[in-house]
């Protein structure tokens, strides 16, 4: 009892011990010298566990890691351990299903490069088949078919003949390749050399087999708006007369003879045998044919009309010949179409200067053999003899060449009207700008009072104005 009121009121207070001395593992050690400081009632406190043996080490046998082992004491989950080996041994490192996606895309790739290959192909070969076809009617009314290069003659063409004769040997100028290949679904030619036709151009536009997809697009297009055209495979072939300017096309040679202007011209007209399918198009798409009007002819099979100026020039162009040949060549004929007129319509009076022309449109046949074409060559054979027949024959009365200068005079006529309106309206803005800058200049030079009275004034002058606008109206 006397302590603990010793304790209470602090009297017979202890020195404070210094801190605890721990051994390696943390634990208090039973030899460190404060020990001896600890009061008898704590020591009793350890008698209870004195008889308790002191923990032995557990000991520590060397086992083996074995993989089985390690396997288990990974967490349970769907996760694979890596196998680390060589590099190269990716078999060892990869399973499968680590190429899911790999299998579903190589797959599509292949299939889009094989049709891409194959519709290049494709193309190629139906080109070729139509340069089969063609050719030979080409050579026979052009000197030069193809676009040409000029081939070394041989040591046995000079010993035979001389450097100078197999130089000027005809078989020198071989063509390089009669069809040249624009893009993979277009393919051009050319041809040149002919009396009263300076050149031909020619187009071969064929399908976009090398991507279905753009051509399965258009194909819908086609079919939901009728604006859009179905893709179609067709020759365009156009070939531009001298039209008596000889001299202004043709090279002169160095040293050779002036080259003089022949009768190679023939009236200027528009006219045009359109397959029925192509009508509205062609009057939508070309100027030229706006200007015409339309008429079946009873000479013509039903599905094929005329489009001319005049009735005379029909009567001319339609001719035997020419329509058994669109009978025989049947649904590949599209147009034949003789002109002077541009494509567009002109907006300047240099526009409408005659540049004198024919042109032919033919389907091709879906098959690849030159056989195929046999239907439209008679057709393709008019048309290339066909400006002989323009320059020999085609001169028409002086009421249908005024009927037809007349409509050339409304439409320049026209022209005029819009360039003068144009100009007059630049001429117009010219004067506002030159008064607005007198204007400016003459109210700079005044003080502030004299440009306040300035304004007024026009803000009057312009209030007068519009007035006198309204009373008008009304």
């Not at 292949?110 to 192909?121: A, E, F, K, P, Q």
């Not at 052009?142 to 081939?151: A, D, L, P, Q, T």
């Not at 002036?258 to 006219?271: A, L, M, R, W």
């Not at 117009?428 to 700079?444: A, P």
Request: charged content about 30%; glycine content about 4%; some cysteine.
């Amino acid at each position: 009892m006397a302590e603990y009121l010793k304790g209470f009121f602090g009297g017979g207070k202890a020195a404070p011990s210094p801190s605890p001395v721990s051994d390696d593992a943390g634990r208090p050690s039973a030899y460190s010298p404060h020990n001896q400081n600890i009061s008898l009632t704590r020591v009793t406190d350890f008698a209870d566990f004195a008889g308790v043996p002191d923990p032995s080490p557990a000991s520590i046998s060397p086992v083996t890691a074995s993989p089985a082992s390690a396997q288990s004491a990974l967490p349970t989950s769907s996760f694979t351990p890596v196998v680390y080996t060589k590099w190269y041994r990716v078999w060892e490192r990869t399973s499968p299903r680590d190429f899911y996606q790999e299998a579903f895309i190589i797959p599509f790739l292949l299939v889009i490069c094989g049709l891409h290959y194959w519709g290049r192909r494709k193309n190629r070969s139906k080109a070729k088949a139509w340069v089969r076809a063609h050719a030979p009617e080409l050579e026979k009314e052009y000197f030069s078919v193809g676009f040409i290069s000029r081939r070394t003659p041989s040591v046995d063409d000079v010993q035979s003949s001389g450097l100078a004769k197999a130089m000027a040997a005809e078989d020198v100028v071989i063509p390089q390749t009669l069809l040249k290949e624009k893009t993979a679904s277009e393919f051009i030619t050319y041809a040149t050399g002919r009396q009263n036709v300076a050149f031909i151009d020619i187009k071969v536009k064929l399908f976009k087999r090398y991507n279905p997809m753009t051509l399965l697009v258009e194909y819908i297009f086609s079919f939901l708006f009728e604006s859009a055209q179905p893709p179609v495979e067709r020759m365009e072939a156009t070939a531009y007369t001298f039209d008596g300017k000889e001299k202004d096309l043709v090279p002169r040679a160095k040293g050779g003879p002036e080259v003089k202007g022949t009768q190679s011209s023939y009236d200027s007209f528009v006219f045009a045998l359109v397959n029925k399918d192509l009508m509205r198009s062609l009057r939508e798409d070309r100027y030229d044919i706006s200007l015409t009007s339309t008429k079946d002819n009873e000479k013509l099979p039903v599905w094929v009309t005329t489009m001319s100026e005049a009735a005379e020039v029909t009567q001319y162009m339609i001719t035997p010949d020419l329509v058994k040949a669109i009978e025989k060549a049947g649904d590949a004929f599209e147009y034949l179409i003789v002109t002077d007129q541009p494509l567009d319509k002109p907006t300047k009076l240099n526009e409408t200067i005659p540049k004198k022309r024919l042109s032919l449109s033919l389907r091709l046949p879906p098959s690849t053999s030159p056989q195929a074409y046999q239907p439209t060559l008679p057709l393709f054979n008019y048309f290339l003899r066909l400006p002989d027949t323009l320059v020999a024959s085609a001169h028409f009365r002086a009421e249908v060449q005024r009927k037809i200068r007349n409509t050339r005079e409304a439409e320049i006529t026209k022209i005029k009207k819009t360039d003068e309106g144009e100009r007059a309206e630049e001429r117009r803005l010219e004067s506002e700008k030159k008064k607005k800058e007198i204007r400016d200049n003459r109210v700079k030079g005044l003080s502030a009072e004299e440009q306040r009275k300035f304004l007024e004034r026009e803000r009057e002058k312009g209030q007068k104005k519009q007035e006198k606008k309204m009373s008008r109206k009304a």
